[in-house]
């Protein structure tokens, strides 16, 4: 008999060798999930390592999915059920996996040879080192090649299909339909149908060997989440912030130019861009990241959007030109998906530790914007609007994204391009519409500030520019002591203006109480959920998640005031609560974690609480 | 292809030229803007690109469209530009400490991707801007403010570095020969890539007088040879010199009884190996300073192939539609009744 329950949601981590497809099984069963009305987030954890040996620790490769009866925020704290397809995968993931959680292992994986390359002294199947989880042993590889005998495939691609056979069992388990893997399949091997018909049996023979065991008791639904109608696709967050770029481009009816150098986490926002010449954008892979950002700011001058993205190393290469560009006053969004430092420091783990870096790290007085992008879907939003502000304020922009939010993804539902994507106004001049009696390039914009954008190929407009010091009037060069304290001056002027243009800051909760919660970054998640629980438990907890920097929306201070007490959760030593602190002359204190590891929803759940209770 | 006619003058920008009296530098600005003058692209579409040092001011004396940069970068920013809209012509200005020093690696980069684009280097030998260092193209041994006991670096040949780095035009010039000079510079701006132009430019404060012996007039003749496509190479005062091939080696030889115009080596600006040896062969007063158009090779350039690709792309996939995008791959449907 097996029992039947209802959870609000799971978390499903799978896990082998890097050959073993697991983040295609993931990708499988989140998508399944999705079309099956859950709200969903995900995952990957590769290896460093690009090739690492087989069977080892090193070779482990997984893929996280939460999927949820309710809003799902983060690909989830602990694990409900591994999937372990040979020791070394069970050895690297036990630690992340509940008290009595299940764990589903390939038997035939656990061999001499793979427990000593996992270097396990004894088998842990055997040794009762695994006594406090459900352990459902099944023998994949072979009852894989079993149930393929009759099929004419080569005994290779029959071992590869046991991907499909552990998805088949977890389907079974959580209630899942065969139906969308089933069509995935089919079309991914059009043209072999042997391969379908392998694939589907090993697919099959799972989801029945997990009904037909004695091993599984219990059987999990996960209902549909109450999601928004709408179209959805998933998205990761470098995909959504290529995409941002290529929208705003088009909207602002300018070419989009990237100019990078490839860097872990950031490179497949240049991988991405460079699939879509469709829409004429230009790559470029320069020769390092100073050349990147210069090839960018060069597509800047001659009227394209241009970008260029990074990761810290690589924007602390680029430091010098951030300073060209708001000399010369372009429109440029540099993208910095952060990763943990100092130096090469954690390339594949996540961090924010390069806000300060983004806010001061350049010489003189120069200012620029600052916008943090909140999850994965939210990267295109952020894109799209921090190239809005870039061409509207003749300013550079710093995108701060995080390997977290890069390369995790989620359920987006679709936009409604036309009224919340529309077109994007430019400072580009247009020739027909000028007086070149009165016109001259340093005039500025009454409002904005903002100077026009004139660029090469525009006659009669011919002009020159460096990064030496400016006269306001004229635009040459000047060393006059007045003007440099006025262009200073101007430059931050223009960048606080902007804060009239921006959203106020929003609440989640009350508008006042006990505890307010500031997040920024790809913290959200964990945070708007941790904050969630303790309202759900009546405490007077309300989370003010930051997208803007630099400026702040005017709000901010006046939020300030309305809670006894603040605390700010960051991934790095409290670089936000010393902004926050400083500017408002507050005392926020912080809940710091620097450990290459997002934020689990249960510490700071416990973090926030021992806050209310501080005397 | 230009209906734009122009004089040197019309290139001279309102900007006091602020160089130190006799620098070799204003005999480079004249001789620029002569050959923008002759090049007949519009003012409009002309973009000069510099990094930082004396020669990186040029930018602003020229009346067209002028960023004066960050050090070494230079050609990075014209490459940018010059991505973004093909249709402009863009000269880069560079000296041997901001090419070849801190912007070296953009240097070669940018020989080796072939964008169509001149650059200009100002090889004064020395680091002008910051009051007289030795720069990567000093002679070993030389006393400078930070070498006082003697430079122990070894100097580039800004010529073999170019081609080695896969330069599709290389010319050599003098800042005392303003013709010459026009000359590669016009010859530059017909080629269709990376143009690489070194001039040997003097600077009269810190360094006066490095190229003396083949820059000024009196000992030019003898000591350089002004090489021409498909021309023997003759040279001296009384075009009573050549060079011959001997082996593998070039020869300076009286022309006279032994022999002949008919015996000189004659210029195959298409011969790489050629190129090589006469930047490297170069050294006053053993074998004379190699000047004029060096190397040219034809070779699709970067923007060009950029362009080319994504047209092709768009042939085969069609103009980007951005909802199309949105919805390609796995999309499903939310309908709830209520």
């Not at chain 2, 801007?129 to 800004?158: C, M, N, V, W």
């Amino acid at each position: 008999m097996i029992d039947e329950n209802s959870l609000e949601s799971v978390v499903i981590r799978f896990a082998g060798d890097s050959g073993d497809g697991m983040q295609l099984t993931g990708t499988q069963f989140s998508n399944t999930s999705a079309v099956m009305g859950n709200d969903i987030s995900t995952f990957p954890d590769y290896p460093s390592e690009i090739r690492a040996p087989s069977g080892t620790i090193a070779g482990v490769s997984g893929f996280q999915v939460h999927i949820g009866a309710t809003e799902i925020n983060t690909p989830g704290d602990e694990v409900d059920m591994l999937v372990a397809m040979n020791p070394a995968a069970l050895k690297a993931n036990l630690h992340s996996v509940k008290p009595a959680g299940y764990i589903i292992v390939n038997r035939d994986s656990f061999t001499d040879k793979n427990l000593e390359k996992a270097k396990y002294a004894t088998n842990p199947l055997e040794d009762g080192s695994l006594e406090n989880y459900r352990i459902i042993s099944a023998p994949i590889t072979s009852q894989t090649i079993e149930a393929l005998k009759e099929i004419n495939v080569d005994s290779k691609t029959k071992d590869r299909c046991k991907n499909f056979y552990a998805l088949g069992m977890t389907y079974f388990f959580y209630g899942r339909s065969n139906e969308t893997t089933i069509k995935w399949i089919e079309g991914k091997f059009k043209s072999k149908p042997d391969v379908v018909k392998a694939n589907i049996a090993a697919l099959k023979a799972g989801s029945f060997f997990a009904e037909n065991t004695e091993a599984v008791v219990s059987t999990y639904k996960v209902h549909s989440a109450k999601i928004a109608n709408g179209d959805y696709r998933q998205i990761d967050g470098n995909t959504a912030t290529a995409w941002g770029f290529i929208r705003a481009s088009e909207m602002a009816k300018r070419p989009l130019f990237i100019g990078s150098y490839p860097i872990t986490p950031a490179s497949d926002i240049l991988h991405e861009l460079s699939k879509h010449k469709d829409f004429g954008v230009k790559t470029f892979q320069a020769e390092d990241e100073i050349a990147g950002i210069c090839s960018a700011i060069g597509a800047a001058c001659a009227g394209s959007l241009a970008i260029t993205t990074s990761s810290g190393p690589g924007m602390a290469l680029k430091t010098e030109a951030i300073g060209l560009a708001i000399s010369y006053e372009l429109p440029l969004v540099i993208v910095n998906v952060q990763r943990g430092g100092p130096s090469t420091g954690l390339p594949t783990k996540t961090e924010q530790a390069d806000l300060n870096q983004a806010l001061w790290g350049r010489n003189g007085e120069a200012p620029l914007v600052v916008m943090a992008a909140s999850r994965p879907s939210d990267c295109f939003a952020s894109a799209y609007e921090a190239s809005r502000i870039a061409l509207k304020y003749m300013t550079p922009v710093i995108l701060l994204t995080d390997g977290y939010i890069a390369n995790g993804a989620e359920p987006w539902k679709i936009p409604d391009l036309d009224t919340e994507y529309g077109p994007i106004a430019t400072r580009l001049v247009d020739l027909e519409k000028i007086d070149y009696q009165t016109f001259h390039y340093m005039n500025r914009d009454d409002k904005t500030l903002a100077r026009p954008w004139v660029i090469p190929g525009m006659k009669g407009l011919e002009f020159r520019m460096g990064g030496l010091e400016k006269d306001i009037k004229t635009g040459c060069v000047s060393t006059d002591p007045r003007n440099h304290e006025l262009m200073c001056e101007l430059r931050a002027k223009k960048i606080e203006l902007i804060a009239e243009d921006i959203p106020l800051q929003t609440l989640e909760g009350a508008d006042s109480g006990d505890l307010l919660v500031i997040s920024w970054g790809g913290t959200y998640g964990s945070s708007v959920m941790a904050v969630r629980k303790l309202q759900a438990e009546g405490k007077k907890v309300s989370l003010m998640h930051m997208k803007y920097i630099s400026p702040m929306p005017r709000n901010v201070e006046s939020i300030l005031k309305n809670f006894s007490k603040i605390i700010i959760p960051e991934l790095n030593l409290g670089q936000l609560r010393t902004l926050i602190n400083s500017k408002f002359g507050v005392k926020a204190k912080g809940y710091n974690k620097v450990q290459g590891l997002p934020f689990k929803i249960s510490e700071l759940v416990e973090a926030f609480k021992q806050e209310l209770i501080k005397e | 292809m230009s209906e734009a006619c122009y004089t040197r003058k019309d290139f001279c920008s309102d900007q006091e030229v602020k160089w130190c009296p006799g620098c070799g530098d204003y005999v480079i600005l004249a001789s620029l803007q002569q050959a923008l003058a002759t090049t007949g692209k519009k003012k409009e579409d002309i973009v000069c690109v510099s990094g930082i040092g004396c020669s990186s001011r040029l930018p602003y004396y020229v009346d067209s469209y002028g960023f004066h940069t960050i050090h070494g970068r230079a050609p990075s920013i014209a490459s940018g530009i010059k991505l973004s809209n093909p249709n402009l012509s863009v000269w880069v200005i560079t000296g041997d400490g901001d090419g070849l020093s801190i912007g070296g690696n953009h240097f070669i980069h940018a020989m080796r991707r072939n964008i169509n684009m001149n650059v200009i280097l100002f090889n004064n030998q020395i680091y002008g801007l910051t009051k007289g260092q030795y720069s990567p193209t000093s002679e070993p041994g030389k006393i400078t403010k930070s070498t006082p006991y003697g430079s122990l670096d070894h100097a580039f040949r800004p010529g073999t570095l170019a081609l080695g780095a896969g330069c599709t035009f290389l010319a050599k010039a003098l800042d005392t020969d303003p013709k010459g000079m026009t000359e590669a510079m016009v010859g530059a701006d017909l080629h269709k890539g990376t143009s690489f132009i070194e001039v040997y430019q003097n600077c009269v404060i810190f360094n006066d007088k490095t190229h003396d012996l083949y820059a000024n007039r009196n000992t030019r003749p003898d000591m350089t040879l002004m090489v021409e496509h498909g021309k023997p190479m003759v040279f001296g005062k009384e075009r009573n010199k050549g060079i011959i091939l001997n082996g593998l080696k070039l020869e300076v030889v009286e022309l006279g009884d032994r022999y002949k115009e008919e015996d000189l080596l004659v210029h195959d600006k298409h011969n790489e190996t050629l190129a090589y040896m006469l930047v490297e062969y170069s050294h006053p007063p053993h074998f004379p300073m190699v000047l004029g158009v060096l190397y040219e090779k034809e070779q699709s350039t970067y923007e060009h192939m950029m362009e080319e690709q994504i047209k092709a792309v768009k042939e085969k996939k069609g103009e980007g539609v951005f909802k199309e995008l949105l919805y390609s791959g796995e999309t499903w449907t939310v309908k709830n009744d209520n």
